[in-house]
C-alpha cells in the first residue's frame, strides 16, 4: 500500500508537470485534489496509475455553463412610512431549465449598507433574495461551487426600480414590472474529475413545466450579432476611406518633395556665390 499525503501530491504534480510539458504551478497545487484522494489516503499503485490517467486525459477541459442574474422590480402603489416604493427580487437562474444546486453550493449577495443585514447568503434554489426600498444601487453577486477547489465567480448587477425610454412617465408604462436580465456563462478550466462528471451528466430539470425568461436572449443573441455585423462593416469601410486619404496625402507629399528637388537643381550653385562675391 501507498500512502499519499499534499506533499507527496506536489511531488507527482511536478513530475507530471515535466512529462506533460504542462509547467505551471497551478497543476502542482491541485494534483492531490484532482487525483481524488484525502489527506493522508492509503492507495494501490494501480489506483494510482488510474488516477493520474484520469487527470492526463482531463487536462485541457473546458465546459461552460449557462446562467441568467439580474432583477425584477415592481412599483409599490401604496404610500409607506418608510418611504420606500418598491418591492424588487434580485437573484441567479439557470439559463436552461436545470438544477444548479448539484454544482453550486451557494451564492452571496451584498446589498447597499443601509439594510440592516446587507450580506445574504442562500444556500439553496431559487437563489433569489427579496427586499423593498425606494433607490438604485449595485449589488455585488458571489458564486460559491461545491467544489471547494473552484475559485468563486463574482458578477455586478446595478438594482433598476424604474423604466426609461419615451414611455417612462406614462401612468400605466409605469406600474408595470421593471425587468433586468443578464446572461452570462460560467467557464470551468481542468475541473476536478468529480467535478467534471457532475459538469458532463445530463442536467436534472429544475421545474416540470415551461422553462423561459422575461427577456428572448435568443432573439438578442442575433440582433448583437447583426449588429456587430454592421458595424464590422462600417469600420471596414471607413478605414478603406483613411487607407485612401493617406494614399493621397502621401502622394502629394512625394510631388512636393519632387518639386522641391526640381527646384533646388534649377537654380545654379554660382549664382550664390557670385551674390556674395559682389
Known amino acids: 500500500m501507498i500512502t499519499i499525503s499534499t506533499m507527496a501530491a506536489a511531488a507527482l504534480g511536478n513530475t507530471m508537470a515535466d512529462v506533460l510539458g504542462i509547467g505551471s504551478a497551478y497543476y502542482v497545487e491541485k494534483i492531490g485534489t484532482k487525483l481524488g484522494f484525502k489527506q493522508p489516503q492509503e492507495v494501490t499503485p ?72 446587507c450580506n445574504r447568503t442562500v444556500s439553496k434554489m431559487p437563489y433569489e433574495v427579496s427586499e423593498t426600498g425606494w433607490g438604485e444601487f449595485e449589488i455585488v453577486i458571489k458564486i460559491y461551487f461545491q467544489d471547494p477547489n473552484e475559485r468563486p465567480v463574482t458578477v455586478y448587477h446595478v438594482l433598476k426600480l424604474f423604466h426609461t425610454g419615451p414611455d417612462a412617465n406614462d401612468a400605466v408604462f409605469a406600474n408595470l414590472p421593471v425587468y433586468c436580465e443578464n446572461y452570462e456563462e460560467i467557464v470551468f478550466q481542468d475541473p476536478s474529475i468529480a467535478m467534471r462528471n457532475v459538469l458532463t451528466k445530463k442536467p436534472i430539470p429544475y ?4 422553462w423561459k425568461h422575461h427577456t428572448d436572449f435568443e432573439k438578442l443573441k442575433v440582433d448583437t ?26 502622394e502629394t507629399l ?17 549664382s550664390y556665390l557670385a551674390t556674395v562675391a559682389s
Not at 464590422?232 to 483613411?242: D, R, V
Request: net charge positive; with cysteine; hydrophobic share 35%.
Open 225 to 250: 450579432v447583426k449588429k456587430l455585423q454592421e458595424a464590422k462593416k462600417t469600420l471596414q469601410k471607413e478605414i478603406e476611406e483613411q487607407k485612401m486619404k493617406l494614399k493621397v496625402a502621401q
Open 46 to 117: 494501480a489506483q494510482l496509475t488510474l488516477n493520474c490517467s484520469r487527470v492526463a486525459a482531463n487536462l485541457g477541459t473546458v465546459i461552460s455553463k449557462p446562467i441568467v442574474y439580474g432583477s425584477v422590480a415592481h412599483y409599490l402603489p401604496e404610500k409607506r412610512a418608510d418611504g420606500r416604493t418598491h418591492s424588487w427580487t434580485v437573484f441567479v437562474k439557470p439559463y436552461h431549465n436545470e438544477d444548479l444546486s448539484v454544482f453550486i453550493k451557494k451564492v452571496h449577495f451584498k446589498l447597499h449598507d443601509s439594510y440592516g443585514n
Open 207 to 210: 421545474v416540470s413545466g415551461e
Open 254 to 270: 512625394a510631388n512636393f518633395k519632387e518639386e522641391v528637388m526640381k527646384s533646388r537643381k534649377a537654380t545654379p550653385a554660382t
